[in-house]
């Protein structure tokens, strides 16, 4: 997965970037490309992902071409990145900004992510409570186990998080 | 004394052993638990969409506790203890989040004051518990025994926000292991992630990365691997084969919750532990103590 070609003309936008860096932390501009996120990053090795560029491409203002690329999503959220940054420029809390951008935006996120997110909305957990089978096939439910039955949130909590979750209007 | 326990939604509703192990375990050392109605979420998977939602999800549950005079909350699971921890963080730092969210939280009645403190598990039982009543208590010891441990990312990282002894060379859950009598040995892939941040995106790619893990540490022959979060208990354990078919192996590594070896040693039945309920071969290690 590539982030962008860099033969394109990509233009910056200073809109979206002071958006980005607003939610986000100023501290990415300390960045000098030392690259100890991107040489333990957890998802370079099969997805390619690279934190410093990410960094680069932000101060950059290219962000139109980060949050529909899919390259954000390939991140496993392991924060070692963030840990081992000498610059304190967190990488995957720049990451997790660019995610934030993507779905106020509608732009590329996957489809499992939307789904918890309704989930979320509907039951209060991301899923309902499962039956478990055991390692000789039996099949249990928390009753069985002897476990508390769960209380749930109720409408309020619901609609609180609709309106959180709700773009706000330039 | 009392604990509260935020559960969180994986233990909730599937890994019911890990809830199961600390009911058992805790009163052995004269804790009774508190459970809190009306949680939610912890927040962590709505985070990738709003971080103030999230917020919102985390403060909400922490008033919740609160609310019923909770002081001190264990929250077993990893990614449920960052959230929290993280949601706290900006909370004491950030005013008009304060306002917003408080006004929200007012619509249940609920108020936050931010005076709680968070457990988590490893670090409940390691620094408030302490090592050495847990050695005390052992009435069986799994001193023929040889494990790894695979702490989780979001038990040792960010470093400023957990509350981890070294973020590069994390010993707790060695040391609770060795309390019980076992061997714990150090690997180069201990701090390698379990992938599950992955699954909602890139479910072959996150399965691929447990896989490499796995694979090391097939290689080192170790009698099991010793986990501490839900999430890295699905991906090197219930989901072992799955893995084993992507990379190529038959794995056959029992993966078991640290409060389920604490209760072995502690002489609580197998199946008040859930030990049924592991996916992966657990019985080795059982046979292995009889």
Request: charged letters at 25%.
């Amino acid at each position: 997965m590539t982030v962008v070609d860099l033969m394109s003309e990509a233009k910056m936008n200073v809109e979206l970037r002071s958006k980005a860096i607003e939610k986000g932390r100023y501290e990415l501009y300390n960045c000098f490309q030392c690259m100890r996120c991107t040489s333990g990053c957890t998802s370079m090795k099969l997805l390619e992902l690279k934190p410093h560029q990410i960094v680069t491409m932000v101060k950059l203002g290219l962000i139109d071409e980060l949050i529909t690329s899919g390259i954000i999503w390939t991140c496993a959220m392991c924060l070692k990145c963030t840990e081992r940054c000498p610059q304190d420029a967190a990488p995957s809390d720049l990451i997790t900004v660019l995610r934030n951008l993507a779905f106020d935006m509608e732009a590329n996120v996957p489809e499992a992510y939307l789904k918890v997110v309704s989930t979320v909305l509907e039951v209060g957990l991301i899923q309902e409570e499962q039956k478990v089978t055991s390692r000789d096939f039996e099949i249990y439910d928390r009753k069985e186990l002897n476990l508390p039955k769960i209380s749930k949130p109720g409408e309020i909590f619901k609609n609180n998080l609709l309106i959180l979750l709700t773009p706000e209007e330039d | 004394m009392e604990i509260g326990v935020y559960w969180g939604c994986m233990i909730l509703t599937s890994q019911y052993a890990y809830e199961m192990s600390l009911r058992e375990v805790l009163p052995k050392f004269d804790i009774s638990i508190i459970d809190i109605d009306q949680v939610s979420c912890c927040g962590t998977p709505i985070k990738n969409v709003n971080q103030k939602a999230a917020i919102y999800l985390a403060v909400r549950n922490l008033a919740l506790a609160e609310k019923i005079g909770i002081d001190e909350l264990l929250v077993p699971c990893n990614g449920c203890y960052l959230s929290f921890s993280e949601a706290l963080h900006y909370w004491k730092k950030d005013d008009i989040l304060k306002r917003e969210l408080g006004s929200l939280l007012a619509e249940e009645g609920l108020e936050f004051n931010g005076n709680i403190k968070l457990w988590h598990t490893v670090d409940f039982l390691h620094d408030k518990i302490g090592v050495e009543k847990i050695k005390a208590a052992v009435k069986k010891s799994l001193n023929r025994l040889k494990f790894v441990t695979h702490p989780g990312c979001h038990i040792l990282r960010p470093s400023t926000i957990v509350n981890v002894d070294d973020p590069e060379k994390p010993r707790k859950l060695d040391n609770l292991l060795k309390a019980l009598g076992a061997e714990s040995i150090d690997y180069p892939e201990k701090l390698d992630c379990c992938g599950g941040g992955l699954l909602l995106s890139h479910s072959e790619s996150a399965l691929t990365i447990a896989g490499l893990k796995l694979k090391a540490i097939k290689s080192l022959n170790v009698d099991g691997l010793v986990v501490s979060c839900p999430s890295c208990k699905i991906m090197l354990g219930a989901k072992q084969e799955a893995v084993g078919a992507i990379v190529g192996e038959k794995f056959g590594i029992p993966v078991l919750y640290y409060t389920q070896l604490l209760g072995l040693a502690l002489g609580i039945e197998e199946e008040k532990l859930g030990l049924h309920l592991n996916q992966s071969p657990v019985e080795k290690i059982i046979e292995k103590l009889t």
